[in-house]
Structures are given as structure tokens and as C-alpha cells.
């Protein structure tokens, strides 16, 4: 029977912790897939596809999203949420989705599916959190740098990231130096109704760079080899950051290219975690005095799926990361605007940077997403700017 909708139960119950992790990772399964579902019991999946399938592709499709399921879902245990903040319960002024607004004013405009341009409101928003990370940054007395967009890919091979992300990495390349080549392409080069360019994939260089997925892996790579300071490296920096997330790219809350601000801490594990500690107590007073509605929560990395289930509890056992989820009122739904990382000594080994004593130097860093923390602010305060916390009304002045 040809059918575009798919309805099964998972080969185990996906337990409800996992039922949102689980569902972002069936947009990788198969391309046919144009939206996946999973209730929230975790005991019903359903799968939409763009085209109407046979039976025995149906089965391949689905064959595919029980391997995800089990592989994700079976023995996993639900690890203990660990809440260091919460502020979700501040009242604030407004409770509208901030999309149609921002369309309505010319605000956003939307180049491909997670990439946008965004206008005069949304980058003075931008510029004020901004204003605040450095502030955090200066009280840190963090060095500036500027991180280049492109990484090689042996940077990246180098800290297995691909092997953790690679669902969501974006791969750069050029034309290769043949004349030939270049002029066919010149005169030829065209794109199709969907926007696929027609060139022929021998045309274009091996691939050896990549979009740069975080910020902070660049000043790990610039320190490596190297024998840190007694008193550790601070450093800030802000960059454009790339994670090709499929089906859940949506609205400004989840891009294809958005942008980060980073604190990064490199030095003796003990340097790193109460740096941490501190910026996120001076990170509160920055969100108390605005009144935003949040909470500090330890989370995971989207690893992909077959390292989901061991990295996710080491990152967990070990308090890796803590997230600060802005609350959206709009969807009654929180979303992450940044995060407190630790990296324990990973970069310090894989990239021999050095402590005095020859031992190797732990990581951390403090992740903000611009672009997120502003839609969560417009999502919680609005667009009348008499509802706004005072010290923010003059940005528009
Ligand atoms: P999520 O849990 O939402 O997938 P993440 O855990 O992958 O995010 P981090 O790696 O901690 O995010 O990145 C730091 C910050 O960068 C996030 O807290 C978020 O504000 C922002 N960020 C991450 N991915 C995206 C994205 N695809 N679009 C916009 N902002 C993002
Ligand atoms: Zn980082
Ligand atoms: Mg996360």
C-alpha cells in the first residue's frame, strides 16, 4: 500500500526524557521523511513522508527508525536534572509567538530554511546582550580574539567531532584549479527549482574545511603544543557558528548560521570550574535585573545516535554542561540562550596543551546564542517597548 503517513510503536518504550532527543535525530533517518513525531508517552511513532511509498520502502523506513530508537532508547537511564537556577515562574508582560511580528515589521527575512537576515530591532536586541557578555568578559579580564568561520577538517577530526556531531556538520569547498573546469562552470553554472546547483561534484576541491560549528575550538587549536601561563588563558570572542539541524531548523529559535559569544577558561581544573561558577553568579544578576524568565539546568550535547547513550552519561555523571533555558511562553516551552561547559582535560590532552607543572590544562566556556537569547527576550517581553525593563527602552533611541 502506498501511504505518505507511518504510524508504529517503537521496539521499546522511549522513555519521556529522551522522547524529544530521540525525535530531533529521526530528521537524519532517511530524506524521504518530512516530519517525525513521538508522543509523549514515548509509545507511538509517526512519521510523515513527502512522497507516497510502497510497503517494502515503508519497512526500510522504518526499519531505520527502530535502529534509532534502540540505540538511543534501550537501558538508558534517566539521569538526575540537576537545577542550579530557577526564575521560570517570573511573571513577564508578554506571551505571543514573536515570529509574525518580526515578519510584519520587515525585522526577518528568511534567505534558505535556518538562515536569516535579520533588521534594525532584533541587531540592537543583539548589540545590548552583547554589551552585557562583554561586560561578563571584561570582569574576567578575558583577551579579545577573532576566530576565523572556516575550520580544517583536521581540527575537527582531531577532537572527534565527527564521529559526536556529524549529522550536523556543513562542509566548505571551491572549484578546483583547472581552467577547464572553471570555465564550464562559468558559463554553465545554474540552479535548479529547488536551488541545487547543477555542477558536477568532480568540479569542486576535496573537502579539507568545514563552517566552524563552535567558537572556542579555535582557541584551543592556537594553544596547543604550548605550555600555558601560571595564571591560566582567558579569552573571549564571538563568531558565526553552523549546525545543519534538518527538520528542526525552525523559526530564529533553531538556525542553520547563527552567531555566539564565548568566554573560554584554559588552565588547572579548578581554575576552570569556579571560573564557571562565577560568571554563571554574575550571569544571574545580568538576568535578574532585566527579570528574565529562566532556569539553570545540567543537559547533554546532541551527540549523535550511536554516541548518544555513553557520552550523554558521562556528560551528565561528571556535570558537564548546565543549559540556561529561556522560557518561551508562547509554546509553554523552554529553550536553551547558552551554556556552561566543562571540558574536564579532553582539549588539554588531544592538543597537548600544558599546565606549568607538564600536566595537561582543562577547558571550559561560557556559550551564549545571540540569536536565541534575543527571540526568547521578544518572546517574553514583547514589542511594546513601555513593557520592557527600563535600562533596555533607550536601545531604540
Ligand atoms: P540545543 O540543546 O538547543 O541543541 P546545544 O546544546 O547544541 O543547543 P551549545 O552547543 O551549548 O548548544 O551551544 C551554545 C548556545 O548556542 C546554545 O545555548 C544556543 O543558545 C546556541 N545554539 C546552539 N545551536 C543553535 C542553533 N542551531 N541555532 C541557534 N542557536 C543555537
Ligand atoms: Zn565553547
Ligand atoms: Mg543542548
Known sequence: MNATIIEFPPTVTIPPHLVGEVQS????????IAAAHIGAAGDNII??????LSTAEQATIEEKVQRVVVSMAQGAIRPKVQVLEDYLDRRVPFNGDPMPELARRGEISQEAQGI??????LTRLVDWFEQRFLDLAASFS???YRFPTLIPARYLEKVGYFRAFPHSLSFATHLREDLDHIDSFAEGAACDQ???LNAPFERFAPIQTLLSP??????YFTLADQTLPPQGVTATAVGNCFRYESLNLSSLERLWNFTMREVIFVGSKEFVLENREIARQRMQRVFEEIGFAYRVESANDPFFIGEFRKQAAFQ??????????ARLPFKDSTLAVGSYNYHQDFFGRHLSIHLPDGSPAHTGCVAFGLERIVFAFLAQFGFDLAQWPRSMQEILQ
Open 194 to 196: 529547488h536551488g541545487n
Open 25 to 32: 535525530k529521526l530528521a537524519y533517518v532517511d530524506e524521504r
Open 142 to 144: 578575558a583577551q579579545p
Open 47 to 52: 512519521i510523515e513522508l513527502k512522497e507516497p
Open 214 to 219: 563552535a567558537v572556542c575550538y579555535h582557541l
Open 116 to 121: 536569516y537576515v535579520l533588521g534594525p530591532l
Open 316 to 325: 551528565s555523571a561528571f556535570q558537564l554542561k548546565y543549559e540556561i533555558r
